[in-house]
Structures are given as C-alpha cells and as structure tokens.
C-alpha cells in the first residue's frame, strides 16, 4: 500500500455504486443488488483516501458474520488494500461480537 494512504470503510447503500464495483465478485447484478438491499447485510466501500477502491458486503449475526462479497478496483491490486479492507472487516466483526468471521464468496479471477 502506498505510503500515507489511509485505508477505512464507510457504510453505504449505493446499490449501483456497489454493483459496479462488486462485478468482479458476481456476474449477477440482481443477486449483488438483492445482497445490498437486506437489511441483515451492510455494505461498505473501501476508500484508499478519500478515493474509492472497492467495496465489502457482510453479513452480520450473533455466531458468526459472513464477507458475501469483497472486491477491490483493478487499478489498485497488489497494493494491500483488500488485506487491509478484510482486516477492518474482522474488527467490526469482533465489535458486534460475532464469534467467528466466514468468507463466504469464491474469487472467480484466480484461474
């Protein structure tokens, strides 16, 4: 990750934003749209400062939370932005106490 680049999440409920940008993680905009919609989720985007880079839809629960989706911009990988997005991830798991954090999305891109 570049120097001096801060890393957060903001909530958002951006339906189109975040399916754009979660298209690397499903094909199927209806289903990201539907994932974005349930109120048992919360949608994030990643900002590498103040710019948007990619964006997370967790599920939340009791036992355990769920990451449905995760994906992080082209322009900007291998740069530590989606360690750094899934560890601000496990730390508002860990803040809802959920006991355990499940990825639960596939990454069609590794070949």
Do not use: C, F, W
Not at 16 to 45: F, G, K, M, W
Not at 47 to 66: F, I, K, T, W, Y
């Amino acid at each position: 990750m570049p120097e001096g680049r801060r890393i957060h999440l903001i909530e958002s409920r951006d339906a189109a934003y975040l399916t754009a940008e979660l298209q690397d993680a499903d094909e199927d905009d209806a289903r990201i749209r539907v994932a974005v919609a349930d109120p048992v989720n919360t949608s994030y985007v990643v900002l590498a400062g103040e710019q948007p880079a990619g964006a997370v839809v967790m599920r939340g629960g009791h036992d355990e939370s769920e990451i449905v989706y995760i994906a992080v911009d082209a322009g900007v990988r291998g740069q530590g932005l989606g360690k750094h997005a899934l560890q601000l991830v496990a730390e508002e798991a860990r803040r809802r106490k959920a006991a355990a954090l499940v990825v639960g999305t596939s990454n069609a891109s590794l070949g």
